[in-house]
């Protein structure tokens, strides 16, 4: 197996403070010899507060910020996976479990925790499923990360990544029975696809910076706000472009606007 480099950064404490800060990855080299297996944790359940869970909030990375999915009904991508086993195999994830190189699970950036995928592999036909408990990965264009035990059965392991795709199947919260055992609860659905969607492509301390590109959207049809926004010390103006009423147009225009010059251009949820 050849050894690939992969980043995660997030735990459920430094969500917790999301609010303004921004993380910078660790780069860390793979091998290839896994640790003796252990027992898979049994999985957190979902908070039962009416408060926003730590993961569900808005959170930066190396100057990006990501929203995270208020649902994964109908959700399809095709992109890169990659994989990630030691050395975080024992160290908690995103959304506080301890992470199990063996189980059937995957990090992604904005889908909500405990979303069950069907991942397949678009080279070889293989495909299985996972559930997602942490975030990532924070690596070029990848759209997920998989645990070691699931690149092996999708035979991604020799090449580090492969061509997927993955399709939610339902939201599911473990839940304690009378006997102690446990079980999935899948939750009921809202319609992620009905939202007001943007995408910023730029942000600027300066605020003239920001209307000039403003403008110049405008100018050019697109219809665009400037946002502002206070971060520690430190004030920035958000320029983002109307983007319609589903994710899968606000997609469609992100992918535009990277065409049209705005490599870092991502969607937002308002």
């Known amino acids: 197996m050849n050894s690939t480099k ?7 404490p430094a969500l917790l403070l999301l609010c303004g800060a921004t ?16 027992s898979a944790p049994p999985a ?3 908070p039962t507060t009416g408060r ?34 030691n050395p975080f195999h024992g160290r908690k994830t995103s959304n506080g479990e301890t992470y199990n190189m063996y189980d059937w699970t995957a990090a992604h950036k904005t889908l909500p925790m405990n979303t069950r995928l069907l991942v397949e592999n678009l080279g070889n036909g293989k495909s299985t499923t996972v559930r997602i408990n942490d975030r990532g990965p924070f690596v070029g264009t990848r759209i997920i990360d998989l645990s070691y035990n699931v690149a092996r059965d999708l035979e991604i392991m020799k090449e580090g990544t492969g061509k997927v795709r993955i399709t939610a199947l339902g939201e599911a919260e473990t839940v304690t029975l009378a006997d102690n055992k446990t079980a999935a609860h899948f939750l ?15 942000a600027f301390t300066v605020q003239e910076n920001a209307d000039r590109l403003k ?15 206070e971060r ?30 705005f490599p870092g251009a991502f969607v937002v949820a308002r």
């Open 215 to 229: 403008n110049k959207m405008i100018k050019g049809g697109r219809e665009t706000e400037t946002f502002r926004h």
């Open 44 to 46: 957190k359940s979902a």
């Open 6 to 12: 992969h980043i995660r950064t997030i735990s459920l």
């Open 52 to 85: 926003i869970p730590a993961t569900q909030k808005p959170y930066q990375i190396e100057g990006k910020t990501y929203y995270p999915l208020p649902s994964a009904e109908g959700y399809v991508e095709t992109g890169t996976a990659s994989w990630y086993g």
């Open 232 to 261: 520690a010390d430190q004030v920035f103006y958000r320029v983002q472009v109307k983007a319609g009423n589903t994710l899968a147009t606000a997609k469609q225009m992100e992918q535009t606007m990277a065409k049209a010059g």
């Open 188 to 202: 009921p659905h809202e319609d992620f696809q009905k939202g007001d969607f943007f995408v910023q492509i730029g």
């Open 23 to 38: 993380f910078s990855g660790c780069t860390t080299v793979l091998t290839s010899t896994p640790p003796p297996k252990t």
